[in-house]
């Protein structure tokens, strides 16, 4: 059974960083891309960042773009989201998807599997 589980969310300042984690079980990682996806109370699901399956290419929405790194061991079937100088609006629930196909993309309706989520706060 295909299984996402992601990790790292927190609370945490104005300025600062989270790394989450996405990890895989019950299948190999490195043959699917992998986005992440982030939902605030009240708002849409948003794209916010993802990775091909070799990691050769990558995606970032607008407004995460010069502050979020995704990359990924397929050693470890862990795919990560380093956010640095987070914002207030930045606060939502994060999730992980995987996508058999090899593309990085942020449409969410083209991935298969979802994880449960990780809620990220960014507050003073």
């Known amino acids: 059974q295909l299984q996402l589980v992601e990790s790292g969310g927190g609370l945490v300042e104005p300025g600062g960083s989270l790394r989450l984690s996405c990890t895989a079980s019950?299948?190999?990682?490195?043959?699917?891309?992998i986005g992440w996806f982030r939902q605030a109370p009240g708002k849409e699901r948003e794209g916010v960042s993802s990775?091909?399956?070799?990691?050769?290419?990558?995606m970032y929405a607008d407004s995460v773009k010069g502050r979020f790194t995704i990359s990924r061991d397929n050693a470890k079937n862990t795919v990560y989201l380093q956010m640095n100088s987070l914002k207030p609006e930045d606060t939502a629930v994060y999730y992980c998807?995987?996508?058999?196909?090899?593309?990085?993309?942020?449409?969410?309706?083209?991935?298969?599997?979802w994880g449960q989520g990780t809620q990220v706060t960014v507050s003073s």
């Open positions: 998807a995987a996508d058999v196909g090899p593309r990085a993309t942020l449409r969410a309706e083209v991935y298969d599997s």
């Open positions: 990775i091909s399956s070799s990691g050769r290419t990558t």
């Open positions: 019950g299948f190999t990682l490195g043959y699917y891309a």
